[in-house]
């Protein structure tokens, strides 16, 4: 059973406009939230975070969401430019205990800026 | 500084046959962590190191262990290798504390399974 779904695979947005990621999970155990982008044939990079303890977090054109009563995270780029192309994963920490953490990945949503 | 390093970048293997992978981490992090990364599961977590320990270990076979060495550099290792194994196999290094909850990925190693 997947506790983090990024339920759309794709999008499409023009240059310019906002272009919006949705992750939704089910464990009400996640205490950290983050975004990572990949682009092909590169590893993952890191985005933007945000703590179970705030709501929202915002460095430059990327903002994150967080509804924690919904289970729900989002991130807002604005204004968004063909390099952002990418794929988008969200990706959820959990306290493993003895000091190790575990994140637990969406599928990713494949974003596409187009000029 | 440097990122995090994988080798090989790609190989080919049959089934039965065995893999091992490597990641050096980045200078000063000791925790290291595999996750394999398939177009229908995403990215999943196989196993943490820290200190030479495995302090966490994912939902998968016997058939994936791993290991740390005292200069924080990794293996991973793949025994009988089936032909769903074939994946980006992606290494990250953290610092000990993950007060942020980030990850330094490598840019995978691509293995493949025929």
């Known amino acids: 059973d997947q506790q983090v779904k990024q339920n759309s695979p794709s999008l499409s947005v023009q240059e310019g406009r906002i272009s919006i990621l949705n992750c939704d999970y089910t464990n009400s155990m996640f205490d950290y939230f983050l975004w990572y982008k990949k682009y092909p044939a590169e590893g993952p990079t890191f985005l933007i975070s945000i703590s179970s303890i705030k709501d929202k977090n915002e460095d430059g054109r990327f903002t994150v969401f967080l509804n924690k009563s919904a289970k729900h995270l989002s991130l807002h780029i604005v204004p968004s430019q063909p390099g952002d192309s990418a794929v988008y994963f969200c990706?959820?920490?959990?306290?493993?205990?003895?000091?190790?953490?575990?994140?637990?990945f969406g599928k990713g949503t494949k974003l596409s800026v187009i000029p | 500084k440097a990122g995090v390093t994988q080798t090989p970048r790609y190989l080919i293997k049959t089934r039965g046959q065995q893999v091992t992978l490597s990641c050096s981490p980045i200078s000063g992090h000791r925790s290291v962590s595999w996750y394999q990364q398939t177009p229908g599961q995403g990215l999943q977590f196989l196993f943490e190191y820290f200190s030479e320990t495995q302090r966490n270990k994912g939902n998968f076979p016997g058939r994936f262990s791993g290991r740390q060495f005292s200069n924080s550099r990794s293996e991973m290792n793949v025994s009988t290798l089936e032909l769903g194994d074939s994946a980006l196999y992606l290494c990250?290094?953290?610092?000990?504390?993950?007060?942020?909850?980030?990850?330094?990925f490598g840019e995978g190693s691509r293995l493949t399974v025929l």
């Open positions: 990250a290094s953290s610092l000990t504390g993950w007060n942020t909850g980030e990850l330094f």
């Open positions: 990706a959820l920490r959990m306290d493993s205990g003895a000091g190790s953490y575990q994140l637990t």
